[in-house]
């Protein structure tokens, strides 16, 4: 196999090398930035009349639960059931934010993209199994 690096002339091949290594390093800084971005990233879903309010980290784990006086006025099987409906929908709305993120930075579409989701689904997934929660 012929390498096109030997056939240019030093200067030219030496420009090549280069450029290769800022598309590199453009790369890389990219997918750091996509990394720190999603590390970031924050959900907050509220059931419908928004008596539940509930904010998720960057794992998918609840940081804050807000609960409206009108828990008060229902059954307490009413709100254990709203307090999970909400939980699962900060989640998605993470996933989602997720989603953008790395689309925005290194394209969804592109091999680090799909690492970085994989990563991340990975770690949302893992709060579906028993014994996560």
């Not at 879903?45 to 409206?68: F, P, Q, W």
């Not at 709060?127 to 996560?132: I, K, Q, R, S």
């Amino acid at each position: 196999m012929d390498n096109p690096l030997l056939s240019l002339d030093p200067e030219d091949a030496m420009r090549r090398v280069e450029d290769w290594k800022a598309r590199a390093d453009a790369a890389a800084a990219n997918a750091l930035a996509a990394s720190e971005r999603l590390q970031a990233l924050t959900a907050t879903a509220s059931d419908d009349n928004g008596t539940v309010t509930i904010t998720v980290d960057a794992d998918g784990m609840m940081t804050k639960i807000e609960l409206s006086h009108r828990v008060q006025k229902q059954s307490a099987h009413f709100t254990e059931d709203a307090v999970m409906e909400v939980y699962r929908k900060a989640q998605a709305k993470l996933a989602e934010a997720a989603k953008e993120v790395v689309a925005d930075s290194v394209g969804s579409g592109s091999a680090t993209g799909k690492a970085l989701m994989a990563g991340y689904e990975r770690r949302l997934e893992r709060l579906d199994e028993p014994g996560e929660r």
